[in-house]
């Protein structure tokens, strides 16, 4: 509890130094970090004592000093490594956290659509960023959404009005660097998707040392009537990171929110999709591929939130785990009274590859309407050696066997992003994952 | 071809478990072979054995391939020599897809012979052959692997890897169970159009009715973990009207089987 309680202050001590040095940038953002700081005084931090966090530590968080990023000497290699060819001029970089100009160009998108840093657009008034910000992604009595709001500076706004379909999808590139000390970021994604409009994002977040840091990053999104959005996150975060991130969606009449999140970096991460149902007729989907060895740590906690009748919703959330690595779920599936007619499939399959590998799995459904479909159910499984015989048999050796069943149980969560070269870099990352788990298998 | 010989083989997690009991069978190039027997008799793991299933143990005799003992090899190695096991139960393996399955086995085997390993467009080509040996549409190799197929086409499939892969010596397990007289009819044409005098086919089965279609040159009777007698074609024919009991004494008193 005194390593809680000295965090708790270090962390506030930044806090407000840093909102010292922002004052007067746009007043708007003023107002917003006051009013989160205030609750993150106001607000206790979690630990094991709570339900919603008792199978992880945040011992790692908690004990460590992080300075503030902006405050951290940065050095960045090339990074173009990391682009999306289908985004170019569709990019918004971040490097710690900070807009960088340089390495961002928007030109490939149609006029129309708004597209810009929070802190550059907020410095005049700007209505809609005012109306939306904070709506979908600061969770009530949750610290850590309030904690993105207090320190709320550079992020993106993406805007894309009426009925257009934009083509290209929008590469959002979350960089952390290399550095000599501990420090901490955030970053926050509002995206507005008008009716009857069409968008397709990749949030990326790339660590590109092996160092340690904290990121918090919060994404927001809403969808207006028949509004289709396709999210895909991807999480490659240093292997000693500790990555808390929240999304909120909130999904209206004939809108589809389809969301794809690749969890394979950091050594804690903890991620908290909320997607909730502003009227009927909706489609979601929440589905989720975690990749983890050593001593990684990944936690899902999903709200599904059916507020209205007529809605389908999908969440598939598979596990890898290898090493020491733990996997943590916990998918809650509201079905509001008077929401009927929902149909709202869940299923979370894990692959152990290891005997210290440790899996933690609740769905939880909480459903107070009598028509209702909800499917669910969660797996814990090993690679079936007969299937390895099988492969095997037929020529493969070992590592390709193994690797094969692995690629076979990760792909259903991953075939549907429509972005080939996300997909590409996804099938490499699942080869390499494979590799490493091999070898450490020989190892040991 | 494969030599079998006085082949002992337990559970590898349970060594009192003792299966094969003192098998031997000698297969040249050129022969069909069919193995028949009751439930539980090894005819089963006598091909897994052969093919490398790491869930056994031999703890006495050798098998021998060309000459030489396999017993040191995994299953893939013993896949390059030119061996293949039709699975009774074949795995389903939903996400990759029979055509990237068969090129992959098919190149890697090709590469450690030595032969030219193939494109997608002429592995393509190359497949679409072997697809009509067993009745089967080009869709099929777009299909994940077993996934989802019935019965029937995953015992086709099997008939369609053999094919692919073009091995020297291939044990079938069982590929007749399950199958109805169409199937039955269409599989073994493809086992037929297969086998030729550089090739032998080992057939594990229960029933006779796969031998009308197929003329083995010999039937061997398992009980209890030991070829109990060998003979013709005719042979089979008697099991079919008698049953194995009249085997039973014989196979008290054979000690090493027989051997062809």
């Not at chain 1, 009716?195 to 160092?211: K, R």
């Not at chain 2, 069982?174 to 090739?199: F, H, M, P, Y």
């Not at chain 2, 070829?227 to 074609?233: C, L, N, T």
């Amino acid at each position: 509890m005194t390593t809680l309680k000295q965090t708790k202050q270090t962390f506030l001590q930044d806090l407000l130094d840093f909102q010292g040095s922002l004052n007067g940038k746009s007043q708007f953002l003023d107002k917003v970090r006051l009013k989160a700081a205030d609750e993150v005084r106001n607000t206790p931090f979690p630990h094991k004592k709570d339900e919603d966090w008792r199978f992880i530590s945040l011992r790692e968080l908690y004990s460590e000093d992080y300075e503030l990023a902006a405050t951290v000497d940065v050095s960045l290699p090339d990074i173009s490594d990391h682009y999306l060819p289908e985004s170019k001029g569709a990019r918004m970089v971040f490097v710690n956290g900070t807009f960088s100009r340089e390495h961002s160009s928007t030109e490939a998108l149609p006029e129309e659509v708004e597209i810009g840093n929070l802190a550059d657009l907020t410095a005049d008034d700007h209505p809609l960023i005012e109306e939306h910000l904070g709506k979908y992604g600061n969770f009530e009595g949750d610290v850590f959404s309030s904690f993105n709001a207090a320190f709320l500076d550079d992020g993106v706004f993406i805007h894309v009005p009426e009925n257009l379909k934009v083509e290209v999808p929008v590469h959002l590139l979350f960089v952390q660097t290399d550095a000599d000390v501990n420090y901490f970021s955030t970053s926050r994604s509002l995206v507005l998707a008008d009716a009857g409009s069409e968008v397709t994002i990749v949030e990326d977040y790339i660590g590109l040392g092996d160092n340690k840091y904290f990121n918090l990053p919060v994404f927001e999104v809403n969808l207006e009537e028949e509004a289709y959005v396709k999210h895909t996150k991807i999480q490659r975060e240093s292997k000693k990171a500790i990555h808390i991130a929240r999304t909120g969606a909130s999904v209206a009449r004939h809108a589809n929110y389809e969301s794809y999140t690749i969890t394979r970096g950091a050594k804690l991460s903890r991620n908290e999709p909320r997607i909730s149902q502003r009227d009927e007729e909706v489609e979601f989907t929440v589905d989720g591929l975690v990749l983890i060895d050593g001593e990684q740590v990944s936690d899902t906690h999903s709200v599904m939130d059916h507020r209205f009748s007529h809605a389908d919703s999908h969440q598939l959330h598979k596990c890898v785990i290898n090493g020491k690595a733990h996997s943590v779920f916990n998918g809650k599936i509201f079905v509001r009274k008077d929401a009927q007619k929902i149909d709202s499939f869940q299923e979370n399959r894990n692959l152990l590859l290891s005997r210290k590998g440790l899996v933690n799995t609740k769905p939880q459904l909480e459903i107070f309407a009598d028509d209702v479909v909800c499917t669910h159910g969660a797996t814990v499984g090993q690679l079936e050696e007969d299937e390895v015989f099988y492969l095997k048999s037929r020529g493969l050796n070992d590592q390709q066997a193994r690797e094969l069943l692995i690629y076979a149980f990760a792909l259903e969560t991953i075939e549907n992003i429509t972005v080939d070269s996300v997909q590409k870099l996804l099938v490499d990352e699942v080869h390499r994952y494979t590799e490493r788990q091999l070898d450490s298998q020989l190892t040991t | 071809m494969l030599e079998i010989k006085d082949l002992h083989v337990c559970v590898e997690e349970d060594p009192s478990e003792k299966i094969l009991k003192g098998v031997n069978l000698t297969i040249n190039k050129g022969e069909i072979h069919a193995i028949m027997g009751p439930n539980g008799s090894g005819k089963s793991t006598l091909s897994k054995v052969v093919a490398g299933h790491e869930a056994y143990e031999v703890t006495q005799g050798d098998i021998l391939f060309e000459g030489e003992s396999i017993l040191d090899l995994d299953p893939d190695e013993r896949a390059h020599k030119g061996i293949f096991l039709a699975f009774q139960y074949p795995v389903e393996v939903p996400g990759v897809t029979n055509k990237n399955l068969l090129r992959q086995a098919y190149n890697t085997i090709a590469k450690e012979q030595g032969r030219e390993e193939l494109d997608p467009i002429e592995f393509e080509d190359y497949a679409a052959e072997k697809l009509e040996l067993v009745d089967m549409k080009k869709e099929f190799m777009d299909r994940s692997v077993n996934a989802g197929f019935s019965g029937g086409e995953k015992k086709r499939n099997e008939i369609f890897q053999m094919a692919v892969l073009n091995p020297r010596l291939s044990f079938l397990d069982e590929t007749d169970s399950g199958l109805d007289i169409d199937a039955l009819k269409i599989v073994a044409n493809g086992i037929n159009q297969i086998a030729d005098e550089d090739r032998a086919v080992v057939m594990v089965t229960h029933y006779q009715r796969i031998l009308d279609y197929i003329e083995p040159d010999y039937v061997h009777v398992m009980i209890d973990g030991r070829i109990a007698k060998s003979g013709d074609k005719d042979l089979a024919v008697k099991l079919e009207d008698q049953g194995y009991d009249w085997l039973s004494d014989t196979a008290s008193v054979s000690v090493n089987g027989e051997q062809n």
